[in-house]
């Protein structure tokens, strides 16, 4: 294949890192071409050099063979790149059609010209297949809508090569596929898409080519046709990687946890949780599916005690719990990942050590009379860094100079080495490596296996269908149903997660 | 495992926390001697263009802080209710609570205490001493109440709240010496005396040294182990560092920011309390002026830290006592002695920025050796 772009030897150092070391990548018109790699191979940072928002250190742009300086995105878009970041760019109180035209040029100046916008972005809903009603404010849109609007917004100013950073990551099964088809209807015109991605699966669906950076550096471009899932995971790691863990049959115990027709309110009042009810047993792991800001944070918080604007029962081991604080909770036995372990989870600026011991602070043996016994905290650290393959030098490090794995295990390691009964694990192994996330999946099957109950709650369904015995789904604040976690399951779980079925199934 | 990870990651993590943890600890103790001393060099330029003589202004500065018994004890006293304030701001600081209401706190702290002090009569003097004392914690943790509730419970802006409740403070204090308070058959806007039983006694005979400072170092040892020995104290800094980290832990962040506040407000008030017991014994006008603020950059020259507080506070005490002495042997305009802790203040409250230098400097170190 001919290549259109041309990324030749690509340098771009961070203070610390060299995010990309000498990589050379050809992409070509007409494909849909996957960039893999773990985190911190130079992904992002190669595309967002080829978008302009970073500069290159050393190396150049070919585009049709001529070299080419991209310093801003204006310049990319000029040349026909478009670019859909992870997290989107538009204004919540704007309509569709007012995101799409902000920031262009147009003809009437300084007037808006809506009309031949208008015309337009029809022209491109048309040959692209995505349907959209553009007179909509964003803020009404669900996310797969919103990113329909980024889509038509890189291709209204003109994009023949369109990079996505993740494009799946917030999507269900159903608007991934519609995607799929939207992206393919697209290149046939002699377009190229590429594509970021960790979901092995998507690639080999959809992709024709892919590209491995593996540790900054540029690996290989391989075609996709005679791969396989496992072949495509082995190349950008090095290793096998074993993408399902083995669960071993638990006798379900007793039930741990048990909601009983929960209602939540929201900040401003609004039902974020709507009568919800459901039982996490020892030796369970329970999967919540759903799209992000399904109720599934405030269904945690009020489980936690954070929300008191709840009504309904939470029994814990038959003691009920929805009306003891935070920290009464937690004392009695519950141990939650929190969605989002640089926010909720870890203080980054403290040690190991003292982020090793948030929630017993108070309790023996760490408190010694009134004072805290940092010999043996130490020692406990010590110990669990160990046990745990936390890397790091001492106790003493601070949280917020380790990589994202590292901390997200001192988490794990905090709440697992707690007296509890249940493990709450939200979005548990977010934006992390191949390697911790095994590491992370097989605690969590530990956990169950010590016949401790397990609530999961995450938006990677493959993960949920690996891990747990049963799988709710969240939609709007509801239960749409449960499922057992089989594969066959998948496509009734995604319409779940659009609000399609009721009932089990 | 362990092959995979060292294959992917690019940066050296153990190498790049050790250097900001060595950098940091450099520059917690550079950054408050670099503040002090280009504020001397820019008081310096000053004096200059004043046309003074540098030389002759700061020896005679330093003459009259430290120069004999005297100057010392002035010093000191000077630094009691700055070390008392500047103590519970840096407390609520390590929570991310910023107290700018210690002014108004030390003023209804020092009222508290002259109103126990005259109205009890016959009481032995420790007892007496300790409810003024006690008074003196309540009135600055009352008026530190209401900006602090109303904050944690409603999320209103503490400073902006603070600082007005300063001004009022200082209205009711200025009605109160010229009515209720006044004294009886006096002409002077001020109260009476306190009883001799609620002064405090004096440390070094001689001078203007009273037990107020033994008190305030007592109670910044406490602080310290405290705030980094027990439970609450881990509490109150990680509630600083992450609140919704608090928040999941089971902490009770609001009502750990009231008690903070309450605190750091009883603390101040304390301060204004002991200077009515130990160097004024009665109320007056503004009697003790700008200390709330200047406690402020006590605490952040102390880097928030008890034992710096107790430095810094002994450093702006003795700027206080020294100042007059600057100013009139190197024939300065009067107003000039404002200028050297203004200019001091500015230095230290820009002086935070420089603390990132640490981990840009780590970060650069690795690059270098890469």
Sequence with gaps: ?505 | MEKLDNQVTTVNYDKLDELVRKFQKIFNIFVPIFAFLVSLIVVGIIIKIQGGSIIVAYSSLFKSAFGNLNSIGNSLSRAVPLIMAGLGIAIAARANIINLGAEGQIIVGGIFATYVGINLQGLPPVLHITLCLLAGFIGGALCAFLPGHFNAKHNTNIIITAMLLNDITIGILGALVQGPMKEVGGFAPQSAQIAMSARLPMFIPGSRVHVGIIIALVLAVIAHFVLFKTPIGLETRILGGNPLVAKHSGMQVIGMQIMLVLIAGGLAGMGGAMEIMGSQFRLREAFLMNYGYEALAVALLGQKSPYGVIIAGILFGALKAGRGGMVNAANLPVSFSMVLSGVLILCISISPILMKIPRYLAVRNISANR
């Design chain 1, 1 to 505: 294949m001919e290549d259109y772009i041309y990324m030749d030897d690509i340098v771009k150092r961070f203070p610390g890192v060299t995010a990309c070391n000498h990589i050379s990548i050809g992409f070509a018109k007409g494909e849909i071409h996957a960039l893999l790699g773990e985190n911190g191979a130079g992904k992002s940072t190669l595309m967002n050099m080829l978008y302009g928002l970073l500069k290159k250190d050393e190396g150049s742009i070919f585009i049709e063979g001529k070299k080419k300086e991209i310093n801003s995105p204006q310049e990319a878009i000029a040349l026909g790149i478009g670019m859909v970041h992870q997290h989107f760019m538009l204004i919540p109180k704007f309509t569709v059609i007012e995101n799409i035209v902000l920031g262009t040029k147009l003809k009437r100046e300084p007037l808006l010209d809506f009309r031949a916008a208008r015309e337009r972005i029809n022209g491109i809903l048309e040959m692209t297949g995505l349907d959209i009603n553009i007179d909509e404010k964003v803020q009404n849109l669900c996310i797969g809508d919103q990113q329909k609007v980024e889509i038509i917004k890189a291709l209204y100013k003109g994009a023949e090569v369109l990079i996505m950073d993740e494009p799946t990551a917030v999507l269900t099964p159903v608007e991934v596929d519609e995607l799929f088809i939207v992206l393919r209807n697209w290149v046939t015109e002699g377009n190229t898409v590429i594509f970021i991605t960790h979901k092995m699966r998507e690639v080999v669906e959809i992709c024709d080519r892919i590209s491995i950076l593996r540790d900054a550096t540029y690996f290989g471009t391989y075609p996709v046709e005679n791969l396989d899932e496992k072949e495509v995971a082995r190349l950008m790691v090095g290793r096998d990687v074993s993408l399902h863990i083995e669960s071993t049959p638990q006798p379900r115990g007793k039930d741990i946890l048990v909601v009983d027709k929960l209602t939540v309110k929201n900040d401003i009042g609004l039902e974020s949780v709507k009568d919800i009810s459901f039982t996490v047993a020892a030796g369970e792991i329970v999967g919540i599916a759903g799209v992000d800001g399904n109720g599934q944070l405030e269904l945690i918080e009020a489980i936690m005690g954070l929300n008191n604007k709840k009504a309904g029962r939470i029994t814990l081991n038959g003691e009920s719990i929805e009306k003891l604080s935070p920290r009464k909770i937690l004392d009695k036995g519950i141990s939650n990942i929190p969605f989002e372990r640089q926010k909720e989870g870890l203080a980054l600026e403290f040690p190991i050590s003292d982020n090793f011991i948030l929630k017993e602070e108070w309790n023996k043996p760490y408190r010694k009379g009134l004072f805290l016994d940092f010999k043996l905290i130490w020692k406990k650290a010590e110990e669990v860094m160990k046990a745990y393959n936390i890397k790091a030098r001492t106790p003493a490090t601070q949280v917020g100079n380790m990589s994202g794995g590292n901390q997200q295990k001192v988490v794990i390691a905090r709440e697992v080495e707690r007296d509890h009964k249940l493990l709450i694990a939200c979005h548990p192994t977010h934006g992390l490596d191949i390697g911790a996330i095994e590491f992370i999946h097989h605690k969590i099957m530990e956990e169950r296996n010590n016949q401790k109950g397990v609530l999961l709650v995450s938006t990677e369904l493959e993960e949920l269908l690996s891990l747990s015995d049963r799988i709710l789904v969240m939609y709007k604040g509801e239960i749409m149903g449960e499922v057992e976690a089989k594969l066959e399951n998948l496509s009734s779980i995604g319409s779940m997660m659009l609000g399609g079925c009721h009932g089990k199934a």
